[in-house]
């Protein structure tokens, strides 16, 4: 069974950082596709990040480009998401996520909770 | 980028009735090389993570329930719920994933009337 445990998230300050990490049991981590998406409060879905099985073909949302860094450790497996230079309009659950087919996610992390203020 | 837009926002239909949520897509999400549309519908229940229900625009993932149904192509795309349940209430998001940046519909609230 297919299982993302998200850890991380927390409050950060605006210009701060934080990492979230998804470890990854119950299939093959180093041969799927693996992404991030947030979702604001109240809000919908927001795709931010995928990053390839070997760790290659990281793509970014323009509203993180730049800021946000993911990456993924096979042997440990687990994916990461760095944020830096954190904005207010950041504060989202995040959601790991196992990239099916083409680009759907057929299952998601339980989510991290991130709250940017100062 | 490639904007999906759901109608109703949210639409409330009596235990046992159908309801039928829209999608359209501002530029076709069917690939002509393998004839498949790349479109995803999510499930959302209150303080959980989405749920996959459908990809290619019909295929059904396992396990969800037949009543539910995916249909359309290029840029207009339906989700069916047949005879609504109680446990059916949620938001319903559709998601394009033609091109990245892959994008979701706004979200359709489902309610019982």
């Known amino acids: 069974e297919v299982h993302l445990l998200q850890t991380g998230g927390g409050l950060g300050r605006p210009g701060g950082s934080l990492r979230l990490s998804c470890a990854a049991s119950?299939?093959?981590?180093?041969?799927?596709?693996m992404a991030w998406v947030r979702q604001a409060p109240g809000k919908g879905l927001e795709w931010v990040a995928v990053?390839?099985?070997?760790?290659?073909?990281?793509q970014y949302a323009d509203s993180v480009k730049g800021r946000f860094t993911i990456s993924r450790d096979n042997s440990r497996n687990t994916l990461y998401l760095q944020m830096d230079i954190l904005r207010v309009d950041d504060t989202a659950i995040y959601y790991c996520?196992?990239?099916?087919?083409?680009?759907?996610?057929?299952?998601w992390g339980h989510g991290a909770r991130v709250t940017v203020s100062s | 980028d490639i904007v999906m837009t759901q109608s109703p926002d949210s639409l409330a239909v009596s235990l046992g009735e159908r309801a039928t949520i829209s999608c359209k897509s501002s530029?076709?999400?069917?690939?002509?090389?393998?004839?498949?549309?790349?479109l995803a519908w999510y499930q959302q229940k209150p303080g959980q993570p989405p749920k996959l229900l459908i990809y290619?625009?019909?295929t059904r993932e396992s396990g969800v329930p037949d009543r539910f149904s995916g249909s359309g192509s290029g840029t207009y795309f339906t989700l069916t719920i047949n005879s609504l349940q109680a446990a059916d209430v949620a938001i319903y998001y559709c998601q394009q994933y033609s091109a990245t940046p892959w994008t979701f519909g706004q979200g359709t609230k489902v309610e019982i009337k």
């Open positions: 996520a196992l990239v099916a087919g083409m680009g759907y996610f057929d299952h």
């Open positions: 290619w625009a019909s």
């Open positions: 530029q076709s999400v069917l690939y002509n090389s393998n004839n498949k549309n790349y």
């Open positions: 119950g299939f093959t981590f180093r041969t799927y596709v």
């Open positions: 990053i390839g099985g070997n760790g290659d073909g990281a």
